[in-house]
């Protein structure tokens, strides 16, 4: 995917031999911009690492850390980029990190609507708690593998059909994940509709759970879904791109890239800071504080005290 310094295109240089444009990206990547990326992704990720630690939540080590975590080092690509903009090794570090980052993360939508499921009701779900890690987390890890080797293959290339097939293969991968989300949504759609409309699929006997859907757990829901629209907001962006080649207009224009791939991501991941499953899905039933939990204990010693 390199090219040659005697052979970049028309419109690189001015007159005075200054830098026009990156022949990679066939645009000048904004400093203000990377380093403003670089920085927010830096906060949201101190910030992951801190709940997670504090909740107990260690699955966020591998899904939300980690993607916030290739979301750094691919806006330090673009950074470097910036300063150094005839280089092609960060144009390649940002290409290869930006398209694989955000799917660790979709793995955390996975996870939570499976907790979800198993406080709410799983009579209501079409699928058991363990098959929605199962399915989902296999095609997560599927379409990162795809992603990786597409990336790999596109970095290292050095004639144009080795570079397309390394994009065709990249484009291969993120396809995948946006149909295994957009399944995944539909699923999840169908359980809060059955949910709240009380038409279970099975016997509340055959599942568990049947908690309040009380406001946190509504609010948190809400975030879960504007989570879930972000992502697929981006890998319909991501696809369209791959789609339209390395030359196409869509890649080499800097404002779709900042806005549907790097807000929309950002987005996203500061969300579940704000929005933290450690806080927000607790439900009720689990805050002894709260007068559900209070009327239940009541209504528990009662019966205790009635069969002495």
């Known amino acids: 995917m390199g090219k040659d310094n005697t052979d970049f295109p028309a419109g690189t240089f001015g007159p005075n031999g200054q830098v026009l444009m990156s022949p990679f990206y066939m645009y000048l990547v904004s400093k203000g911009v990377a380093w403003t990326f670089v920085i927010l992704f830096s906060i949201t990720c101190f910030l992951h690492v801190f709940q997670a630690v504090k909740y107990r939540m260690w699955f966020l080590f591998p899904t939300a850390v980690l993607a916030c975590s290739g979301e750094i080092l691919g806006w330090s690509g673009r950074l470097w980029s910036a300063y150094a903009p005839l280089n092609n090794n960060p144009y390649l570090m940002q290409i290869v990190a930006t398209i694989l980052a955000p799917t660790p993360y979709v793995a955390t939508l996975f996870i939570l609507f499976s907790r979800i499921t198993q ?102 829901t809400g975030a879960l879904i504007f989570i879930a629209v972000m992502i697929l907001i981006r890998s319909i962006y991501r696809t369209a791109e791959l789609a339209d080649g390395w030359t196409g207009r869509i890649i080499t224009t800097q404002i779709y890239f900042n806005l549907l791939d790097g807000m929309v991501v950002l987005l996203a991941i500061f969300t579940m800071n704000f929005f933290h499953p450690g806080h927000w899905m607790k439900t009720p039933q689990e805050d002894s504080t709260s007068p559900y939990y209070q009327k239940e204990m009541t209504a528990l010693r009662a019966s205790s005290d009635s069969t002495v």
Request: no cysteine.
């Open 119 to 220: 406080k709410l009701g799983t009579h209501y779900s079409r699928l058991s708690p363990q098959w929605y890690s199962r399915i989902f987390l296999t095609a997560d890890i599927v379409a990162l593998v795809v992603q990786g080797a597409g990336g790999g293959i596109a970095a290292t290339a050095n004639t144009t059909s080795g570079t397309n097939l390394g994009g065709h293969i990249m484009l291969g991968g993120i396809i995948f994940q946006l149909i295994a989300l957009v399944v995944f949504m539909t699923i999840a759609s169908e359980y809060f509709y059955r949910y709240i409309t009380d038409r279970p699929l099975r016997n509340a006997e055959q599942g568990f759970g049947r908690v309040e859907w009380g406001r946190k757990m509504k609010v948190f």
